[in-house]
């Protein structure tokens, strides 16, 4: 996911999709371990998608307060 296409998002989207993944990514670690997943790239991919939805939403959360 872009940060394009993340700040586009409304903020209930957001923890929406925070969720989502973080559920997709506890759901690709435990995969990795039992077996090796064909591409271990998509469990740093998805971590790094997290942080930018989690950044997003602070700096949102900030800029609210600055006003």
Do not use: V, W
Not at 28 to 54: G, Q, V
Not at 55 to 67: D, M, V
């Amino acid at each position: 996911m872009k940060q394009n296409e993340i700040k586009e998002l409304a903020t209930a989207d957001l923890t929406q999709k925070i969720n989502e993944l973080e559920a997709t990514l506890g759901n690709l670690k435990l995969t990795h371990r039992i077996a090796p997943i064909e591409n271990p790239f998509k469990i740093r991919e998805t971590r790094r998608t997290i942080a930018r939805l989690y950044t997003e939403l602070r700096k949102r959360e900030l800029s609210e307060t600055a006003e």
